[in-house]
């Protein structure tokens, strides 16, 4: 079955950078927070950091970015949370993963591998009927490689949320 793939407007997204302690509840009373605000959070994206007593989440979410102000400010009151920001695209650079499984025949196999070299994306599991494609780039690059393959046949996808890290000599 293909899958039809509607697009997020991501006019009102934005992406939220917290350090947090690495300890158990931390995710639960962050969420809590985007939640009570009426925030829906697209994507979360938890990872420890070199110093092991902490972790990085980023939060990709839709919102007024007035009351994404007073969330931010929110989550940094909390013990556990030693640094909260929004990033822009000019301020971070961002990067997000796919996994995208596309269906393919004898003819339309070269089709499928072309829009897979122009989006730089690489091929990591080939079947008869399927194709599995890593993607990485822009949620945008990744949302135009995806309008491409749908004519083809989404079967299944994977997208692990956004990822950033500051330019320069600010922090994340």
Known sequence: MTANLPLITR?????????????????????????RRGF???SLVVSPTLDGRFSRMTITAQGNPA?????????????????ATEHRDQTAVQKELALIK???????TSEVLQ????????TVDITAHSVIIQATGSTEK??????????????????????VMARGKEKT
């Open 11 to 35: 006019d009102t997204s934005h992406t939220i950078s917290l350090l947090v302690a690495n300890k158990p509840g931390v995710l639960l009373r962050i969420s809590l927070i985007f939640s």
């Open 40 to 42: 829906n959070i697209e």
């Open 67 to 83: 009351i994404l102000d007073q969330i931010i400010k929110q989550a940094s009151k909390l013990v556990d949370v030693v640094h």
């Open 102 to 108: 596309v269906k393919i025949t004898p003819e339309n």
């Open 115 to 122: 829009v897979v070299q122009h989006f730089k994306a690489l």
């Open 142 to 163: 990744l949302d135009a490689m995806m309008e491409f393959l749908a004519t083809y046949g989404i079967i299944e996808l994977v997208r692990t949320g956004k990822i």
